[in-house]
């Protein structure tokens, strides 16, 4: 029975299709059959995995050398009239390097063969064993690292060749690699064991020899567990508090998370004190500002200190974290453990989030005294930021103020107990009765607006919530001179754990002398604003749902349709293969003759003729009928697709692309390849990862791959105009990694939670690991590719130009 599956999973690559192969052997076989076909993708994952080490070994033995190279003749001045050290402080300097050289060359040359000579029950299970039973050298060349150190510190100083030599070792760290080593040997066995079948004659030396690694790693003392403070306080009573919340205040440069509390006569600013045992959670006074006396600060009011950014990949890491820990909270609800662990888990839960929250806003919020001091704020939302400015303006008018030091001392300690807002205002903080999110596609058309008393050139905004803060995600055209504006434009708006839909009016400003500046960009002017919850129960019908937003006397009509992520992750091939939107993008190139598709080149060239400097671009929403018209104008090969891209929107021409690849049957990256590519961004060596990651794409198809690289090289000069598009490469992996990578359904791992309009962790997961692969490749300075391919890519550009 068995090698009649394999023979069967033979005939599965190689000749028959799936559904008559299923029909011919039935469900039994067939299910056989994918398991068979699973075992072999993740044994050919572990050649790759191991070429990786490969070459991470190669770069470390180059480090032992390069350590051993002066050795030796320092080693043949010892004995003569003049040394530059004696053998001693030689033997102490490069103490157990040569014979870790050793072991790791045995280990090398050992090693190579068995790669080179694959199969996939091929064995290095006993290398790796070997390699771990050797720690104790490192043991030993660990606890004389300090020693060795201050040995060769102690040498430079007193002999000026020594130094020359030593300042070379320290330039390229070489005196550490090993120290650094013990640590990679372990991550490198936990890549390895994780691609080993269970099955496998590998898999129990592997595991003997992970667990000797570990306990050497934890022997060393090299783990550290890092402790942040916690931000939970008790339910209190009420008072004339208006609102309160935690928010991020810029101070001389630094992030500091605060609790703000706004009050009837006074906006105070304070933080959480560290909580001694035995006693009660107090509040500090920061400061605090009387109303009577805050304005809001512009640019020219103060010498504000420039907003420090944090990485796109830093809050992405960040998020990733978050969603391990929520799986793990999951996991262990499903055991019969005792609650110790649960509450550690929702205690790193809120560290992490913590975090998030202090790391993610970028907006500045300016308030200041009557003496022009002035406070920074940073928030996520344009809409927060007119919210605030409100609430205090309207308090103003109405407001008297008096306040000793002992009321204040008084005010500040009770806030414990007047305050509304407990926790970190996260999206992922949420008990299991309340909605997680919606994960999905919201499509929405914004048709008018009323209410206006006077003409206005007036244009909307909309932001969803994602991880606890708003992100922009669309913006209509400006409609000039109306006092009843009709867009009717659509959107397509992608949720990611969303819960809320904002909307913002703004009034366009045409003319230089109307222009207000504050928080020091030039400014349109907010002139309504609302939002509404998007309520699963209600968008679980597929049909349009239309809504009215009312703010004030202002009311904007909308129109709502939501996808769940069970439908909108489905590829779906075109039954209209003379297309080329869900048409197999080798199946393109044969027919236009060129190696990269012809919508690709031309939405790039548009977008690089015009759109390089656009806000947001690939990341703002177009409008949804201008990007279908464009596809129906591909798809039906129509001559003049050109000139309708020039008088497009230039996002609803990267909307066009970022379509064509959504669509595509097949990810870019392909489905054999996708588990791979998952696997190898996760490998803890940088060596192994690159020589692992540089394999796999040089493996993919050749019109998929120079398709890939020529979309790579235009979003790096797309992120070349950051300062004015705010598109980093971060943002850009962001937008195109699920795009490019995302399985078709057949061959997803994804598991589909069974509430279909909300999103598991595990999902979420691998979408930031499809982000992180795209942004690996487009960190890479250069892609080392065949000649044979780059004549490919030459050779698409001049059939390109044949054709035009």
């Not at 004190?273 to 959670?281: I, L």
């Not at 027919?591 to 548009?606: A, G, H, N, T, Y």
């Not at 690939?618 to 039906?636: H, P």
Request: proline residues 4%; aromatic residues 8%.
């Amino acid at each position: 029975m068995l090698a009649y599956t394999l023979h069967l999973s033979l005939l599965v690559c190689v000749f028959i299709p799936e559904s008559t192969l299923y029909a011919l052997c039935g469900p039994l076989v067939w299910l056989g059959i994918c398991v068979e076909l699973d075992l072999e993708k993740g044994l050919e994952m572990r050649k790759w995995v191991l070429s990786g080490i490969l070459a991470s070994e190669e770069a470390y033995l180059s480090h032992l050398e390069a350590l051993l190279i002066p050795m030796k003749p320092l080693r043949a001045a010892a004995t003569t009239s003049q040394p530059v050290l004696t053998i001693s402080q030689i033997e102490t300097i490069f103490f157990k390097v040569p014979e870790l050289h050793v072991i790791h060359k045995d280990f090398y040359d050992a090693l190579l063969p068995r790669v080179q000579d694959w199969s996939l029950q091929q064995c290095v299970g006993d290398l790796f064993q070997k390699l771990a039973s050797q720690l104790g050298v490192y043991r030993a060349f660990v606890d004389n690292y300090k020693v060795a150190v201050e040995t060769a510190d102690k040498c430079c100083q007193a002999n000026a060749q020594f130094a020359e030599i030593s300042e070379v070792c320290k330039q390229q760290s070489l005196l550490y690699k090993p120290v650094d080593r013990v640590t990679r040997s372990t991550l490198v066995l936990h890549d390895l064991l994780k691609h080993t079948p269970s099955s496998h004659p590998d898999y129990t030396l592997l595991q003997d020899a992970l667990r000797i690694s570990q306990n050497f790693l934890s022997s060393i003392n090299e783990e550290i567990t890092p402790r942040r403070q916690s931000m939970t306080v008790m339910k209190g009573e009420n008072r004339q508090l208006l609102r309160d919340c935690f928010m991020v205040e810029l101070v001389e440069g630094s992030r500091k998370l605060r609790h703000v509390f706004l009050f009837t006569d006074l906006l105070l600013c304070t933080k959480l004190k560290k909580q001694t045992s035995g006693k009660a959670q107090q509040y500090d006074c920061k400061w605090f500002i009387p109303l009577a006396d805050l304005t809001f600060h512009t640019i020219e009011d103060c010498e504000s200190s420039p907003i420090p950014l944090v990485q796109d990949e830093e809050i992405d890491a960040m998020k990733i974290k978050i969603a391990q820990i929520k799986n793990e909270i999951q996991r262990e609800k499903r055991t019969t453990k005792g609650s110790k662990a649960m509450e550690r888990l929702r205690k790193k839960l809120s560290e992490q989030e913590s975090l998030l929250l202090l790391m993610s806003p970028n907006m500045a919020f300016r308030v200041a005294n009557r003496n022009g001091k002035g406070f920074t704020f940073l928030i996520s939302s344009d809409y927060e930021r007119a919210e605030w400015r409100e609430i205090i303006r309207e308090q103003q008018k109405k407001c008297d103020f008096s306040l000793t030091s002992l009321e204040l001392q008084m005010l500040t300690n009770s806030c414990v107990k007047l305050q509304t807002v407990h926790t970190i205002p996260m999206t992922m903080n949420k008990e299991d009765d309340e909605s997680p999110g919606l994960y999905g596609f919201l499509n929405v058309i914004v048709h008018s607006a009323s209410g206006l008393t006077q003409s206005l050139n007036l244009y909307c905004s909309l932001e969803v919530d994602s991880f606890g803060y708003f992100v922009n995600k669309a913006k209509t055209r400006v409609h000039r001179d109306s006092t009843e504006p009709n867009w009717n434009e659509e959107f397509e708006i992608e949720l990611e754990g969303s819960q809320t839909l904002r909307l913002l009016c703004y009034e366009k400003r045409c003319s230089k002398a109307n222009k207000t500046k504050e928080d020091g960009e030039v400014t349109d002017k907010i002139v309504a604003k609302g939002q509404i919850k998007l309520d699963a129960q209600t968008l679980q019908n597929k049909d349009w749902q239309r809504t009215l937003i009312t703010m004030n006397a202002i009311e904007v009509k909308l129109s709502m349709r939501f996808t769940s992520q069970e439908f909108s992750l489905k590829r779906m091939p075109s039954r209209k293969q003379s297309g080329v939107f869900g048409v197999k993008i080798h199946v393109v190139t044969k027919r236009e003759r060129s190696k990269v598709p012809l919508i690709v080149r031309q939405c790039v060239e548009e977008i690089e003729r015009r759109g390089m400097d656009e806000v947001g671009i690939y990341r703002v929403s177009g409008v949804a009928t201008d990007i279908q018209a464009l596809k129906a104008a591909f798809d039906s090969n129509n001559k003049d697709v050109s000139v309708v891209m020039r008088e497009m929107d230039v996002n609803a021409i990267a909307g066009t692309l970022k379509l064509y690849f959504r669509e595509l049957p097949e990810p870019l990256f392909t489905d054999d390849l996708y588990p791979n590519f998952a696997g190898a961004i996760g490998l803890s060596d940088s060596v192994a990862k690159e020589s692992c990651m540089l394999n796999l794409l040089l493996s993919l198809p050749e019109s998929n791959l120079l398709t890939f690289l020529f979309l790579l090289d235009h979003l790096k000069r797309v992120a070349e105009n950051e300062i004015s598009n705010k598109m980093s490469l971060h943002n850009l992996a962001t937008v195109f990694g699920p795009t490019l990578l995302r399985p078709s359904e057949k061959d997803s791992k994804i598991s589909i939670s069974s509430q279909p309009i909300c999103m598991n962790d595990s999902w979420s997961l691998q979408v930031m690991a499809q982000v992180q692969v795209l942004f690996y490749f487009l960190q890479l300075e250069r892609i080392p590719t065949p000649d044979s391919k780059r004549q490919s890519l030459l050779f698409s550009t001049e059939v390109q130009q044949e054709q035009e």
